[in-house]
């Protein structure tokens, strides 16, 4: 399951462009949020 603003990525681009622009697009969204989960709790 990804997130709404994810899979956008993947409809914008196609074929294996836009698999890949998904996948970089999802790791940067689970990068920001594990960076905010870090200050709450650190």
């Known amino acids: 399951v990804?997130?709404?603003p994810i899979r956008s990525f993947?409809?914008?681009?196609?074929?294996?462009?836009?698999?890949?622009?998904?996948?970089i697009a999802a790791a940067f969204y689970t990068l920001l949020l594990m960076a905010i989960i870090k200050q709450i709790l650190f």
């Open 10 to 23: 993947e409809r914008a681009f196609k074929g294996g462009f836009g698999v890949m622009a998904d996948d």
């Open 2 to 4: 990804k997130p709404p």
